[in-house]
């Protein structure tokens, strides 16, 4: 049974860094959106960023656009989530995920990682 394993979250400042990863256990990311969402507490699961199976279309929302990029290393099953420049607003759990699309909606996905905490401190 294919898992999605997110880690790399932690307690940030506001404007550093940080290097999300999601790694895949069993079959390959082909041909599905790779995606990554994220929740705060309560608020609705909302989209960061996804690409396309061969990597090679990226979609990101605003309030990322600039900031973030996601990337994926096919011979390691794994997807990535830069996040540089961070924000107090980009605390929330983040999730990873695999679908058939659309990508920026979170029914486009149909198997989601665990989640990894973000916390953005001033």
């Known amino acids: 049974q294919v898992q999605l394993v997110e880690s790399g979250g932690g307690l940030v400042q506001a404007g550093d860094s940080l290097r999300l990863s999601c790694a895949a256990s069993g079959r390959t990311f082909s041909p599905y959106f790779m995606g990554w969402f994220r929740q705060a507490p309560g608020k609705e699961r909302e989209f960061v960023a996804a690409l396309s199976w061969s990597g090679g279309i990226t979609y990101y929302a605003d309030y990322v656009k600039g900031r973030f990029t996601i990337s994926r290393d096919n011979a390691k099953n794994t997807v990535y989530l830069q996040m540089n420049s961070l924000k107090l607003e980009d605390t929330a759990v983040y999730y990873c995920?695999?679908?058939?699309?659309?990508?920026?909606?979170?029914?486009?996905?149909?198997?989601w990682g665990q989640g990894t905490q973000v916390t953005v401190s001033s």
């Open positions: 995920a695999r679908g058939y699309g659309p990508a920026s909606v979170p029914a486009g996905y149909n198997l």
